[in-house]
């Protein structure tokens, strides 16, 4: 249940950010540079934290012998 919450609050994180980049960038005059970078501080955050997760959660799925290994990688 957690990781289920953390899920979301990342992909909060993400769809904010990107609410507020695309905000700023549709208005035409007197865009505030502060939110621009706020939002892309929260869409990279949410990104940077949602990646993470995801790596976090495919290690506990993924054993060695599902792993695809190239040749290279064998030896």
């Known amino acids: 249940m ?3 919450n953390v899920k979301i609050l ?8 990107a609410a507020l ?3 700023e ?8 540079v502060f ?3 706020g939002g892309f501080i929260l869409l ?5 934290k949602a990646t993470t997760q ?3 959660d495919n290690k506990e799925h993924t054993t060695k012998e599902e792993a ?3 040749d290279e990688d064998e030896e």
């Open 10 to 17: 990342y992909t909060l994180l993400i769809i904010a950010g």
């Open 25 to 32: 960038q549709s208005r035409e005059t007197n865009q505030n």
């Open 54 to 56: 995801w790596v976090k």
């Open 44 to 48: 990279m955050y949410g990104l940077y």
């Open 35 to 37: 939110i621009l970078s």
């Open 68 to 70: 695809v290994f190239f």
């Open 2 to 4: 957690k990781k289920f």
């Open 21 to 23: 980049v695309l905000y």
